[in-house]
């Protein structure tokens, strides 16, 4: 992953002149999604980049050990074998980027990938995922626990209280001592945009959660009403590429909730190369959140390499 963002400063005289172009920003969204995207052998490239960049996550009430073991050996081999073999693919050792899973899961995610010698990523959700509602030296005990139990990555949900009215310094705050909490962790700042109400409340919080050190932004906790939409991303992006432009630090896209189709993750990756360009491109600066998307992906690769498709009883469960 990329060198830790150290953050800076807290702005507010920058925040206070941001203005967001609302009807710029759907323009732009809609032309991303109107281009062509890459087609047979090229489509399967980018579907594997796609797969490569996949953090695969589990966040049900009904999670056990043995789900999340499910989740993990699907982590370590997301497309089977003998696809990859067919396409010499098989010894490039692709997997996804992490998994994901609540604070206590983590410790089962991390025996299970320990148990299979894999060095894959643990990824945890923590200060009170989903509604961020629950009182701060709670929320920093919750990061400090999945640290403790094996998170190298922990994705942090902002109080959402604090945008709508305003308190961008207390916001600025909170994220600095969740970043604390993280310790050698990276941070992952979901912003929740389904609750923001306007794009420029999206950019003023993704602009803090950058300047309190987060290493990526994220869209959503996928349990909103409205999750990862292009236009949002537009927003979250162009912000990124300000804050790199100011401080020469990049920090990374996690777009996150509902992103179900092949089709979709490819349109998500035609957004980054076309915003940020190809040094975004990698794990380490951008993640997709799902979990039924993998299925898609594989479905789509068998296609390219059979000329039929699998029916999805026919792939290992995603």
Known sequence: MSARNPGTDFDLEWLSKVRVNTQAVLKRAQHI??????????????????????????????????NVHRLCMKAIQPVRYDLLRRMDMHDKGLTTAAVCVYPS??????RSLKAANSCLPVASVATGFPAGQTPLETRLQEVRMAVRDGATEIDIVINRTLALTGQWEVMYREIVQFREACGDAHMKTILATGDLGTFTNIYK???????????FIKTSTGKEAVNATYPVAIVMVRAIRDYFLRTGHKVGFKPAGGIRTAQEA???????????????????????????LLA??????????????AAYHEQPMA
């Open 205 to 215: 919080a993704s602009m803090v959660a950058m300047m309190a050190g987060s290493d």
């Open 266 to 292: 490819l349109v998500w990756l035609t957004l980054i190369k076309e915003e940020l360009g190809n040094d975004w491109l990698h794990p380490h600066l951008f993640r997709l959140g799902a979990s039924s």
């Open 105 to 110: 899961r983590v410790a089962d995610a991390v």
């Open 296 to 309: 898609d992906i594989e479905r789509q690769v068998y296609h390219h390499v059979t000329g039929q498709y």
């Open 33 to 66: 999604q109107g281009l062509k995207l890459p087609k047979k052998q090229w489509q399967t490239a980018w579907l594997l980049k796609a797969a490569s960049c996949i953090d695969l996550t589990t966040l049900a009430g009904d999670d056990t050990p043995s």
